[in-house]
């Protein structure tokens, strides 16, 4: 068998699974709309209804593969785009609809289907039956041919009966007759048998014989015979049977010739029904196929219109992508290049700044260190310069003086000399040396004695009252080679002045996208540049600060240092030369004088004088010193040890005397204490400003005499003289000066400085051997203590016990520790302060008789009594003391705020917020209103309290909604706006997501939205409740979103959305007329364009009714539709109403006039403004025309009967008015209002 | 051949399989010392720690079965091993290496001592000498590992100080002052692989850039460290390779808490953290942290 290859049995399991597995791995981005069951055709849009059952054309774009080419993480969704929200909104009206008409389809084709099936059925029985008819008129010919030729046979077969009979009769007879015979035969042959048995003779046996041959014969002639009669019989019954099978033959065939026919008769009936049947389904069949053929024309109306409604959103989306990219992108580089500024330059000032301080710190170090080495060594040079000097100088000088002295010295030494020693040999000199030698001996062992004993006694005197301690050595600056970074890290969070997130010159999405990028590449940027860069910067500032404060250090002048190198220098160069040249000076000089004395000089006679003498005295002197050395020797051998021995003893008793007598002093440490602030807080570890300090002082007295002329001083300028130091111990003065805190502020640090001070009364060496500076009498350096000015006691956690309401009192709590060593007793006072308009703190706390550690204080309370100190922010401040000195203060000053309930404020707007969730935000509001008396604030957070208003409602109020943009306030309220009526909303909240919130809510549900322009205020969405939609709604209720900067602009315009339609057309009355109309205020426009706009939502509404009513196809109320040129409430229709019940003049004019913009308004907003218009059916477009020229219909003839100038003027500028640009689609998103 | 005779080479070819299959799979095992000591573990790990004179009333609380022991002063030149704690306002460099060791070590079912050595004077000077001793005491404790997240810097070849007899965890150091990239620091500038494991910082991600690592270009001795450690944020209080040297510590002793550290060998551990080896990646370069 072959072996499989190695590679394929691995591989093809693999390949299998690839095959097998593929078509299940589908694409999930790009989706045709061939599923079955519910699919996601908008995309992210979260709008997709439903399955359907064949779909377009053109795949739904759906794809993700954009956010792979997203920097950072998308902030929005590609439907936050009103544009592509509303596209795929239309996409999915348009493929609901084809979905319907898709059904309608395949149920037409099914019942055309099983038409044709069972006509199909139908044709086959028909052919089925005329197939049998023809076949049974052929059989039944058939058999009529059989039956005459069976007829005509039948005589024959008779004849042939009976022939056959006769043949039976004869055979029979000759049978009979050899029977006979035979039987005849047999009786002669039994006769003779028995003949021949009794006399068996030849003759008789023979004709025995013979008589069975005859037997046999016969017997043979009758089975012939009986053959022959059964062949007879045999054909007798053939031929009877055949005469009988003929005539069965006739009479089978001729039933079958009956059945034939009776089978045809009813064949014939069935064929007339079946093809009755035929006619009448064709005439089924042909309706049904009319039918399907409308109905596959509509579907390919709409699916075209789908392929095309999906070609322009996947263009759209496209394109929005595109845009939106190339927003993330210009994020992108834009933060790239301010995060790498911004990282560039806060690398800079931190690198910078650390660089330099630890720059300056080395540059100090090191250049005052090599500056001194450079001065000594400096000093160092131009001493050996000054050295080299000298040595040649002095030496040749001295070289030559001194070699002729020196030879002449010679020679009269040698002279000398020789005289000398002759005169010494005669002389006296070894009884001398042995005289002296015994002397010195006993001299020498008394002063080593004296030196050895000494330095050993005093050694062993202080030894017995001290130790001594090690030096240690260094190689570089202080915790050199610690490892902890010290070159600035990255601080997190941090932006610089480049950090420019908002979108520059973009809106809406682009904004956000171009935000999504900025923010994630400017920190990413902005932190590699910084890192990239913080340790060169940090290097080159360290390099550079250290150049220069080493510069300046170095380039002082070390006085000191180059003395010392000078003197060191001059004394080396010096000792190094001198000895060299005055010696070969000398040499020469000497030599030449030596040979050649001046014998007459003085050097000569002088020191042949001396050298005879001395030579005579070395002479002498060597006996003298041979007995001498000898004699010395053995006399300081046995005399050294009594010696050492009584010099040490000496020394010792000396330096003992000393300690017995003296003091002898050494600082060991000092200690400082607090002392409290007129008795309080004094000893509780804790400094506080301007505390009594109180110093300790150990100081060990190795002697045995009390110090009692030891003072010591702090520096701040204190001096005192210290107690008794007492002899032998280590002597602790406790309190030995006081000193004071400095008044600094919490948190810094104070340093004090301790010295002490006692002359010497006796030996320095000895006395003063621990002293700093024994001359001055300075026995330490200067203890320094550092510490941190604190407060003994804190306060912490001042709050109080719930929210609190007016009017209502409530506990005040605070916590109050012990950050001392000790145990506090008091009466400890705390004093609570707060910013209120009125006094609120109802009761303060008890003293604290007693604290511990900590403990949490209750008893406090605080009622707030007064409007002016409720919604506003109160900080509350707390200080503990006792005997008036302070001992501590709250750590962090507790803000609150003061809740009430809902109280009805006419002419204020309506704060509605969570006081909870949005604290600030409200307090911002009410700041910008003026204030708690410029508003009424419902605090959803009282619900028990605010229970009457939440149940029933607001009544014609501007209602300012704070939400955090987490939905907390707007979703809770929605029970609320429910049951209100004629209200403005207005969302606040810097993310500008109220409105889209609110939206989501029940009561929004059918909701309204365009984007109008309003004078002086801008273009922004509109949104406004259905109450067509939403049951128990009364009214629609309209809703803007703002922020902080567009609140206080757009309460005047909501008070206007909260005015009646008969009210606003009697304020355009008033205020429009022939010279103002075309020269508005802002103020008048705005009534103009709020009414337009108030109008225009309600025919958006009744829009929205009309197309839930009924389907697509069919079933819509078309009442609904009416309503809008109908209803005589909607805000246009009562302004027709008024101006027919109004005779046209001066008075009236201004009506007459916005008549026309009101009819210009409603065309172009159900033509040319795809806000409104791409919503509108046909039936409610039309209507709305209708609407608008009922108007003008009341307007136009009267105007230019009236004044024609004016007529013309008035349609010249018809869109005065109008609340939107006819031709834009306004792409704004939400929160345009803020632009 | 005959049939009985190729039957017994069949069973010998397979015992000899078999064999040789225990000894290339059982064979490591057997050999590897973290096998064989598993069953005859110490009962006491003693690390010392080289470092700066510290406040020891600023130590944090030690877990259950850790045990700092007071520190040692091998040269007596001060007057006691502590630095005054009013001084210590801020914690010196020792204190805040012995904190983060405390945070960072496991409790482990046997004990730990923690041995404080100080090679600083107060005023912060360091030698030779100071390092000398601290080694000898360090011998005397009969140390098992030393933690070193210092050097000594010199521009010269160091006389007397030259191997490190010790299994040691090393921080890698960074440039600051006056060390650079050429400055000598002993004992990094002589690191062995046998003895000493050496740990650099990497810079970790932020709240604004949770996936970012960066790789810290202050670093020294970059080619001999093994392994990466955060060398924490800007508000933490120990940081650099000081911070990444004692976390790489506590982690080696968290996920090979069985291995044995026998003195001169490292191997078992260095195999261990080899096991738990991951790699990061600088976001900007193809420069890989092994971190464990």
Known sequence: ?1235 | MKASTLGVNKIKKLCISFIMAQVIFLGPLLSDPTYAQINSSKRVLKIAVFDTPFCPKLINKTKKNIEIFPPSLPFAAQRGPFVECYEDLFGRHGLHVLNHLLKVIPKLDYKIEIHPIIIYTRKGMQSERSWSNALQKAKEKKVDLLLLAVGLPSQKPLKVLSDLPFNTFMASGQISGRIRKSTLVWPQSIKSNDRSIMIGAYLPPTDQLPDQYLQDKTLLHVEKIDYYFSGGTYQDRLTGSSRAVTTALGKALLLCARINFIDGNLKALKKCLKSKKRDLKDSFSNFNFATF
């Open chain 1, 1 to 1235: 068998m072959k072996k499989r290859p190695r590679k394929l049995k691995v591989f093809a399991p693999l390949l299998a699974t690839l095959l097998f597995a593929s078509p299940l791995i589908m694409t999930p981005d790009s989706v045709f709309a061939q599923q079955n069951g519910r699919g996601n055709r908008g995309g992210d849009n979260g709008n997709s209804t439903g399955g359907f059952t064949t779909g377009p054309t053109i795949p739904i774009n759906n794809s993700k593969e954009w956010k792979n080419q997203f920097v950072g993480k998308p902030s929005f969704r590609l439907v936050d785009d009103k544009k592509m929200k509303k596209l795929n909104r239309n996409m999915d009206i348009v493929f609901n609809s084809y979905d319907d008409v898709s059904k309608v389809v395949k149920a037409k084709e099914k019942i055309l289907k099983n038409l044709t099936t069972q006509q199909t059925k139908n044709i086959q029985e028909l052919k089925k039956l005329e197939k049998e008819v023809i076949q049974a008129v052929a059989k039944k010919a058939k058999l009529q041919q059989e039956v005459t030729a069976l007829t005509k046979a039948l005589p024959s077969l008779k004849q042939k009966v009976d022939l056959a009979k006769a043949a039976v009769d004869s055979t029979a007879a000759a049978l009979a007759e050899a029977g006979v015979k035979l039987a005849k035969a047999k009786r002669r042959l039994l006769k003779l048998t028995a003949q021949c048995s009794a006399t068996p003779t030849p003759a008789c046996q023979a004709k025995v014989e013979q008589a069975k041959k005859n037997v046999q014969r016969l017997t043979n002639i009758k089975k012939q015979k009986e053959t022959l009669a059964t062949a007879a019989v045999t054909a007798l019954k053939g031929k009877k049977a055949a005469l009988k099978r003929a005539n069965d033959q006739i009479i089978k065939k001729k039933s079958l010739i009956f059945a034939i026919n009776s089978a045809n008769t009813i064949r014939a009936h069935k064929i007339t029904q079946v093809k009755a049947k035929i006619k009448t389904q064709k005439v089924k069949i042909n309706t049904a196929s009319a039918q399907l053929a409308q109905v596959k024309a509509s579907q390919l109306k709409i699916h075209t219109h789908l392929n095309a409604s999906i070609t322009i959103r996947n263009q759209y989306r496209g394109r929005l992508i595109k845009d939106i990219l190339r927003a993330n992108r210009e994020g992108e580089d834009a933060a790239a290049f301010d995060g790498r500024k911004d990282g560039l330059d806060l690398a800079r000032g931190l690198g910078s700044s650390y660089g330099q301080e630890d720059g300056l710190r080395d540059g100090n170090e090191d250049g005052v260190r090599d500056g001194k080495d450079r001065d000594y060594n400096n000093g160092y040079s131009e001493g050996v310069r000054i050295g080299e000097q000298r040595a040649r100088s002095e030496g040749e000088l001295d070289g030559n003086r001194e070699g002729r002295i020196a030879g002449n010295r010679d020679a009269g030494a040698r002279e000398g000399n020789t005289a000398g020693i002759n005169r010494a040999l005669q002389s006296d000199a070894a009884a001398i040396g042995q005289r002296q030698g015994t002397a010195a001996g006993l001299d020498r062992a008394i002063n080593s004695g004296k030196r050895d004993g000494t330095a050993k006694g005093e050694a062993q005197a202080i030894s017995k009252f001290e130790t001594r301690g090690l030096q240690s050595t260094t190689i570089d600056g202080p915790f050199a080679g610690t490892f902890e970074r010290r070159i600035p890290r990255m601080p997190t969070g941090q932006v610089g002045p480049n950090f420019r997130p908002d979108g520059g010159h973009y809106n809406g999405l682009m904004y956000r996208a171009f935000n999504d990028s900025y923010v994630l590449v400017y920190h990413s940027q902005q932190r590699r540049h910084f890192e990239n860069s913080v340790a060169t910067i940090y290097n080159r500032a360290y390099d550079h600060q250290h150049r220069a404060a080493y510069d300046v250090a170095y380039r002082g002048f070390y006085r000191e240092q180059f003395d010392a190198g000078q003197r060191n220098g001059d004394q080396f160069a010096f000792e190094r030369d001198y000895r060299g040249i005055r010696d070969s000076f000398f040499q020469q000089a000497r030599a030449n004088f030596s040979k050649n004395p001046d014998r007459s000089g003085q050097e000569y006679r002088e020191t042949y004088a001396r050298n005879e003498a001395d030579a005579f005295t070395i002479r002498y002197e060597q006996i003298r010193r041979d007995n001498f050395d000898r004699f010395e020797a053995d006399t300081f051998s046995a005399n050294i040890s009594s010696q050492t021995e009584k010099f040490r003893l000496l020394r010792f008793n000396e330096v003992t005397a000393l300690y017995e007598n003296n003091s002898v002093l050494d600082f060991v440490s000092s200690n400082m204490n607090d002392a409290g602030i007129n008795g309080v807080a004094a000893n509780d570890g804790i400094f506080q400003a301007g505390e009594a300090t109180v110093h300790d002082i150990v100081i060990k007295n190795f002697g045995k005499k009390a110090a009692t002329n030891a003072s010591v001083t702090l520096s701040d300028g204190q001096k005192v003289k210290l107690p008794m130091i007492q002899a032998s111990a280590m002597v602790t003065v406790k309190g030995a000066l006081k000193g004071s805190i400095a008044n600094a502020r919490t948190g810094s640090i104070d340093t004090k400085i301790l010295r002490v001070y006692a002359p010497l009364t006796a030996e320095a060496k000895i006395q003063g051997r621990h002293y700093d500076n024994p001359s001055q009498g300075l026995v330490n350096s200067g203890d320094q203590k550092r510490v941190k000015i604190q407060f003994p006691l804190a306060l912490s956690r001042l709050l109080t016990n719930g929210t609190p309401i007016i009017n209502e009192p409530i506990e005040l709590l605070v916590d109050l520790g012990n950050n001392s060593s000790r145990k506090y007793k008091g009466p400890l006072k705390i004093e609570v302060t707060v910013n209120s308009n009125g006094s609120i703190i109802t009761k303060t706390f008890n003293d604290v008789q007693s604290l511990d550690s900590t403990l949490r204080l209750k008893d406090a309370q605080v009622k707030v009594t007064s409007e002016s100190d409720v919604y506003t922010p109160l900080t509350f401040r707390a200080t503990i003391s006792k005997n008036g000195v302070p001992l501590g203060t709250l750590d962090q000053a507790f803000e609150t705020m003061v809740k009430a309930p809902y109280t009805e404020k006419p002419g204020r707007p309506v704060v509605i917020v969570n006081s909870e969730d949005t604290r600030v935000e409200l307090l911002d509001t009410l700041a910008q209103l003026g204030g708690i008396s410029g508003a009424a604030v419902l605090d959803l957070s009282l619900t028990g309290r605010n229970g009457e208003v939440l149940k029933q409602g607001l009544k014609n109020k501007t209602a300012i909604v704070i939400d955090r943009g987490n939905g907390n306030v707007i979703k809770n309220f929605d029970g609320v706006l429910a049951k209100s009526e004629n209200n403005v909303f207005l969302f606040v909240d810097q993310n500008k997501k109220g409105l889209e919130i609110a939206k989501t809510t029940a009561s929004f549900k059918d909701a309204g939205s365009f984007a109008p322009t309003i004078s002086g205020l801008g273009t922004g969405t509109l949104v406004f409740t259905n109450p067509h939609q939403v049951k128990g709604l009364k009214g629609a209720q309209f809703a803007m979103q703002a922020d902080k900067a567009t609140m206080t602009k757009m309460i005047p315009i909501a008070e206007l959305y909260k005015t009646n339609a008969t009210q606003l057309v009697a304020a355009m009355k008033s205020q429009l007329n022939r010279a103002t109309y075309f020269n508005p205020s802002t103020k008048t426009k705005q009534i103009a364009e709020v009414f337009s706009i108030k109008g225009l939502s309600e025919v958006v509404n009744l829009n929205k009714a009309y197309k839930e009513s009924g389907g697509w196809l069919g079933g819509r109320n078309k009442k609904i539709a009416k309503k809008i040129y109908q209803d005589k409430s909607l805000h246009f229709n009562t302004l027709r109403e008024i101006i027919k019940s109004q005779r046209l003049d001066e008075s009236s004019l201004g009506l007459y006039l916005f008549g026309v913009n009101a009819d210009h308004t409603l065309y172009k907003a159900a033509t040319n403004f795809d806000d409104i218009d791409d919503d509108l059916t046909p039936r409610t477009s039309s209507a709305t025309k209708k609407a608008g020229s009922y108007i003008e219909d009341e307007v136009k003839k009267p105007l230019k009967k009236f004044d024609k100038k004016l007529y013309s003027k008035i349609y010249d500028n018809k869109a005065i008015y109008t609340p939107f640009t006819p031709g834009t689609d306004t792409d704004e998103g939400i929160n345009s209002w803020s632009k």
